[in-house]
């Protein structure tokens, strides 16, 4: 008896679980995962950093999964360059960035030749001779985008000596000291001298524009014989020397001495040659100037003067 009622409890519990089974609606199916989890964003104008995802390989997500993401930063008026490959003149297959103009080089020079005192005081111009002048110095060259011309800065030191035709000049002269108080006998006179000779030094600096005129001149791009055309402008300070013989005593010897100031202008052809991590190059010169001084008191000591030079050297 006992038996039979534990069945029958049995049966009656697993029948009620069935209709509550039978009374529970279905879950509804799960829907499939976006790619973009949480939408697809547009990249931010401001400072920020956005999260741009990115789809696993061959473009496939799985449901649930976190994504991998890469960070993007944009900026406002921002443009991205890219590195170009290669190595070419004008900018074009640089090897990295290139900026709005070429490069940057150096040369260093050293110029001789005649010089002549061409014009300027009649007293002193008229005078002077054949004379002869060196020079050195270096360049800096500024080159455009195409590398076939360059601006051009340019500093020098000078040395120049005039002989003169023993023109004699009335120019003023110190007088002897007095040996007891050490005090000139009197003020300057004007007394008759013979010139011989005139000396210059100087320092000479100038802008100007070089053109290549057989393809690029820049170093490295320069493969073969190329020749330039150049001009330039500049000034000069420096000091002027005159080498006097009073016409009263041949024995005696009289200097005067004076500073120099002037502007000079400035033409030259060059022709060169590259040589592994260096150029060599030669060509010739023509320069004229217009120079002020004191040397000569009371006569005027302006004078011009017009240089024709050979010119040496190498750019790196």
Aim: proline residues 9%; neutral net charge; aromatic residues 10%.
């Amino acid at each position: 008896m006992t038996v039979q009622r534990i069945l029958l409890g049995m049966a009656l519990l697993g029948g009620a679980a069935h209709t509550a089974r039978a009374q529970t609606p279905a879950p509804p199916p799960a829907a499939e995962a976006p790619a973009f989890p949480s939408g697809p964003r547009p990249l931010s104008t401001g400072t920020g950093m956005t999260n741009v995802p990115t789809p696993l390989l061959g473009g496939t997500t799985l449901p649930g999964m976190a994504q991998p993401t890469a960070t993007l930063t944009a900026t406002p008026g921002a443009t991205m360059n890219l590195p170009a490959t290669g190595c070419g003149p004008g900018g074009a297959n640089c090897c990295g960035p290139v900026g709005g103009n070429g490069g940057v080089t150096y040369e260093v020079f050293t110029r001789t030749g005649p010089s002549l005192i061409v014009g300027g005081s009649p007293d002193l111009s008229g005078a002077a001779q054949f004379g002869w002048m060196v020079e050195g110095g270096g360049r800096s060259l500024f080159f455009n985008v195409p590398h076939d011309a360059a601006w051009v800065a340019e500093v020098s030191l000078m040395y120049a000596y005039n002989g003169a035709n023993d023109r004699g000049l009335d120019v003023f002269a110190r007088q002897p000291k007095n040996p007891q108080t050490g005090i000139l006998n009197g003020p300057d006179q004007i007394q008759p001298f013979t010139l011989r000779g005139i000396t210059r030094t100087g320092l000479n600096y100038a802008i100007g524009r070089d053109w290549f005129l057989n393809g690029p001149g820049f170093l490295g791009f320069e493969q073969a014989w190329n020749s330039r055309f150049g001009v330039d402008v500049g000034g000069n300070y420096g000091t002027i020397r005159v080498d006097l013989i009073p016409s009263a005593n041949t024995d005696s010897y009289f200097r005067r001495y004076s500073t120099t100031t002037g502007i000079q202008f400035g033409t030259h052809y060059n022709v060169e040659m590259p040589m592994g991590a260096w150029i060599l190059f030669g060509g010739v010169r023509a320069q004229y100037g217009f120079h002020h001084s004191n040397v000569v008191p009371p006569l005027s000591g302006n004078f011009q003067d017009l240089n024709l030079l050979l010119t040496a050297g190498f750019r790196f």
